[in-house]
């Protein structure tokens, strides 16, 4: 009798196994091994980054309204807006992006749409996990001031300015010229016109 016949053979159950724990973790055994491409998977990874999205909104949800906002409604954390009604200040719960699809087209796409006026800002800002509030008081903030990106190109504009008034009203041209040792050349005649 050889071992075949006395061992028990387990396979169908390894499989059966691997593939509840495939399911149970909402990926593909290509996925988790790693043995697939982007593109012969893409629907499955959409599927997948649906499904995280939605769980993402419930549980953020369910933090924000059963969790954050009575603890800070019962401390104290209460406004008024202008129309008299009462605004509890709590903070949000933000998740970072999965990074299921491609990058590269995600970033372009959206970028595209930000540039059509389809999609505020604060979208690619959150696909990079950026605070939309905090970055719009920091540039407010740098506005005008030295950490302004634009403080440069105000100051080339100043300084060319002031070099045409500083050529127009002084002899720097001149002493230019005789430290560097130049002549002045002869002004050419002007061409006449030879139409006839």
């Given amino acids: 009798m050889g071992s075949k016949d006395r ?18 973790l909402g990926v593909t055994e290509s996925l988790l091994s ?14 997948i980054n649906t499904r995280y999205m939605f769980l993402r ?13 009575p603890v800070a409604r019962r401390k104290g954390f209460v406004e008024k807006n202008e129309w008299g009604e009462e605004v509890v200040l709590y903070p949000r719960l933000s998740f970072t992006r999965l990074p299921l699809r491609d990058s590269q087209d995600t970033f372009d796409a959206l970028l595209n749409l930000y540039q059509k006026g389809s999609i505020p800002v604060e979208t ?37 300015g002031v070099a045409d008034k500083l050529i127009e009203s002084t002899d720097v041209v001149d002493r230019i ?16 016109d030879n139409r006839f």
């Fill in 7 to 24: 061992l028990l053979d387990l396979s169908g159950e390894y499989e059966l196994v691997n593939k509840e724990l495939y399911s149970g």
């Fill in 34 to 47: 790693g043995e697939t491409l982007y593109s012969g998977d893409r629907l499955k990874l959409e599927v």
């Fill in 57 to 69: 909104e419930i549980l953020q949800e369910y933090v924000e309204e059963y969790l954050f906002k």
């Fill in 124 to 160: 690619i800002l959150e696909l990079f996990n950026l605070d939309s509030e905090d970055i719009k008081s920091k540039l407010d903030q740098d506005r005008y001031t030295g950490n302004d990106a634009t403080f440069n190109e105000v100051l080339r504009g100043i300084y060319g």
């Fill in 177 to 192: 010229q005789k430290g560097l040792g130049l002549k002045t050349k002869a002004a050419a005649p002007a061409a006449e």
